[in-house]
């Protein structure tokens, strides 16, 4: 109860309440507060509150904590808010998630924002590369113009923020076309939707 200070490691096998702060990894089965590392925090039990590291946090079981690091955090139960360098990995996000990379999570109740995005449901936008959201927005298009006759269009995302996937050609020489592009979907009404998008082939 209260503060810790190492050169090296903080490591409490029940529980702490305060502060930990270590130059290389902090470790304890139950923390109320927070956490601070050069390298590495760990809480493999109930947490709840902060934790900060250098490269990676991991909270395993009942946990309800913000993670910020430079390289990837794992919450196994709930969090508020994922902040990696790398990669994100979350059950239940109630803020959102940033990752340069990667952000996985079972439900966010707010935002993606990676090179790549996979969920089962956002509430809000999953800004990116590329997202898969489970419950979001999906839509397949054939279609056909006077530049390249053949055209598929693949969307997928949120209504929010989804990315576009493009591929097309003439059948009357060879030329073809892939393209990259976003766009959001407005819906009004049970059955009226108005999409903006940009794309580029």
């Known amino acids: 109860e209260g503060a810790q200070f190492a050169g090296v490691a903080n490591i409490n096998l029940e529980r702490t309440d305060g502060a930990s702060f270590a130059g290389v990894t902090n470790y304890s089965r139950e923390m109320t507060g927070a956490q601070f590392a050069g390298v590495m925090n760990i809480t493999t039990g109930y947490a709840t509150g902060f934790q900060g590291a250098g490269v990676m946090n991991v909270s395993t079981l009942w946990t309800h904590v913000s993670q910020i690091g430079g390289v990837a955090h794992y919450a196994g139960d709930n969090a508020d808010i994922q902040i990696a360098g790398v990669m994100n990995i979350g059950r239940n996000i109630s803020t959102g998630q940033i990752g340069g990379v990667l952000n996985v999570a079972k439900k966010v109740d707010g935002f993606q924002i990676g090179l790549f995005n996979f969920a089962d449901t956002v509430t809000g936008p999953a800004i990116g590369l590329l997202s898969f ?37 003439r059948y009357d020489e060879e030329t073809w076309g892939l393209g990259y592009g976003i766009g959001t979907s407005m819906r009004w009404g049970r059955n009226n939707s108005f999409q903006i998008e940009a794309i580029s082939t």
């Open 133 to 169: 959201v489970k419950s979001g927005y999906h839509s397949v298009e054939i279609s056909g113009q006077d530049a390249l006759h053949g055209n598929l269009f693949v969307r997928l995302g949120t209504n929010s923020f989804y990315n576009i996937l493009r591929v097309g050609a």
